[in-house]
């Protein structure tokens, strides 16, 4: 499985930014995927993820401000974030994981390469 995020860059305190995640490859007709983050110092943190299923899971986090979605036609997955906030800065992933849906990092096995979201005045 292969992941490939585009998307991030720089936007302001609440401004809004959406990445995507072409996925290729070896595609099983049940699994999750997911977005994690990682700031500067701290841990990798899960933010959103779904599975084939439908079923979404979000950090407590980004709770009602970024929405998990996934265009299966394109083999493509999105995160909307709205309402950006300083802390939102990181480097963010995609990752793909089997059934359930999960934000634990542990259970994703393949993971794109990672891009920036910068939150700045």
């Known amino acids: 499985v292969h992941l490939l995020e585009s998307g991030g860059g720089t936007a302001q305190p609440g401004g809004s930014l959406r990445l995507s995640c072409v996925v290729s490859?070896?595609?099983?007709?049940?699994?999750?995927l997911g977005w994690f983050r990682q700031a500067p110092g701290k841990e990798l943190e899960g933010v959103a993820a779904i599975c084939s299923e439908g079923t979404t899971l979000y950090g407590d986090s980004v709770q009602g401000r970024f929405t998990i979605s996934l265009d299966t036609t394109m083999s493509t997955l999105y995160l909307q974030m709205n309402s950006l906030k300083f802390d939102d800065t990181a480097m963010y992933y995609c990752?793909?994981?089997?059934?359930?849906?999960?934000?634990?990092?542990?259970?994703?096995?393949?993971w794109g390469q990672g891009i920036q979201v910068t939150v700045s005045a």
């Open positions: 490859g070896y595609t099983p007709d049940f699994y999750t």
């Open positions: 990752g793909s994981s089997n059934p359930p849906v999960t934000l634990r990092s542990p259970d994703y096995g393949y």
